[in-house]
């Protein structure tokens, strides 16, 4: 575990520390400082010179005199600049030989990903695996259905180890990004084209063509298996954790129900804390600051509650996931069969419409795992105004940003899950902070601990704490976006409308 930050993105190929950041800021800032002062002196200098206060009697070389002082001044100024500025620049080559050697990384994965994945395709890996996981899945499946003790489901505890290692995550990326190379092998496709047109068939674009499949087949047989569908939301009546420090309540726009009263984020860390958790009834939450004619709105997006394929009720749940890493794709749009989109995506639209947000509002989407996907697609949508998004354990690497609207992805080392979506494509506008946040050999309740939102969280406060431009800005224009007053906090339930075939009970509601 390690408190420190490492920063990339955000418009710099640099990659480093949030404390090496600083140091670097700070050693320009006192570069700018020092130039001054020798500007100054230069000026005091010629001062003398015009009036003639050289005090000749005593020589430019006496320590006593006014001209002698001013030009030692002048020359230790001068190697202050030079010595800041050198140290400067030796910390920013030191952040950008570290991006570069990131980049070369994650080169060397991708190509021998897509070539290794072709190869275990083409010993009949791919179809092997296929029947192995099926078989092994309904084993387990039926196992519990007669609370029978499941051998697999204690083996995968007993590997949390690899799970959260640093390489697997690595390999994980790697893999969702590969999946095209593994049938291309199976097919008996040349290595070579196969692994040149892997390079543009990445996770999305893997993730759309699944759904297709599925799509085809639901409608067909009536499998509900990652078949998305229509959803709908309602308010949550209950004032659950309203914040009661904030002033009174004010009508919402249009005459829309009153809302519980809310203050203004202070940080971050606010921020994440106010995602809706798992074992909520509700999944999204919204806020409104600013005037009912000029509403400002941030809408919170909780994780993942159901992590079974067959779609039901519940529309946190992976079917949603996989839609929703899908809709980075371009060619998602061109998708016969099934939903169009995630249904996290359009219950927050929703949840916004029905809490009176209009077109043109400006929103800021806030997402946990699952919800950070949909948070960056509602970025994505050029129809929204999204003015920022943060996503704290989500996979948004494939995420297609309007240029100019930032993305603030917090991502553990350990984490698995960001890494679903695949390497993604570098946008100048996502800035990705990650840490360490699992203890050596320390042993952990979770299956993947380094995703448990509390550690989100606790790597938020730490971005609040951090003096790195890039971390300062985003929360300024946070803060700038929400004010520091009140507003108005609304919760709502999203369902997944059932057809006979879908499963009635939501697991965790």
Known sequence: MDDSLTVSGGGSTSVATDELFADASRLGATEAVVAEWRERARVISRGLIELDLSEPSAGTSDLSSPTWGIANASARLYEATQYAGRLREALIESAERYGAAEGVVEALWRVAGGSLAWLLGGV????????????????????????????????LAQQQGMLSAPAFVRAVC??????????????????????????????????????????????????????DGPVSVKRERRDGRADHRAAGRTALADGQPFGAPVSAPTGIADLVDRIPTS?????????????????????????????????????????????????????????LAGADSAAVDRAARLALAEAGAKPGDPIVPIGYSGGGAAAAGLAADPELNVVAVVS??????SAELPEGTPLLSIEHEEDLVPATGGWGHPSPDRLT????????????????????????????????????????????????????GSGEMSRWVATRELSPSTPVEAPGR
């Open 392 to 397: 704290a354990g989500g996979p948004v690497a």
């Open 433 to 484: 902070v990650s840490r360490s946040v699992l203890e050596a050999g320390a042993e952990y309740d979770a299956a993947v601990p380094a995703h448990e939102l509390f550690r989100y969280r606790q790597t938020a406060a730490l971005i609040d704490a951090s003096e790195e431009e890039r971390l300062v800005a985003f929360r300024e224009q946070v803060a700038r976006f929400t004010g520091d």
């Open 174 to 227: 790697t893999a969702a990004d590969s999946a095209d190379e593994i049938v291309a092998g199976g097919l008996r496709v040349p290595q070579g084209l196969a692994v040149a047109a892997g390079a543009e068939i990445r996770a999305p674009e893997a993730a759309s063509l699944l759904l297709g499949a599925t799509g085809l087949v639901g409608a067909a047989f009536g499998s509900k298996v990652l078949v």
């Open 279 to 335: 074992d909520a009834d509700a999944q999204i939450r919204v806020e409104r600051y600013g005037e009912a004619s000029d509403p400002r709105w941030v809408v919170y997006i909780g994780g993942t509650v159901d992590f079974t394929t067959t779609a039901g009720a519940e529309t946190n749940d992976m079917t949603s996931n996989v839609h929703g890493i899908a809709d980075d794709s371009a060619i998602d749009a061109l998708r």
């Open 124 to 155: 009949a890996v791919l179809p092997s695996t296929l029947i192995a996981g099926g078989v092994v899945a309904g084993a387990i499946a039926g196992a519990k259905a007669l609370g029978w003790h499941v051998p697999a489901e204690t083996w």
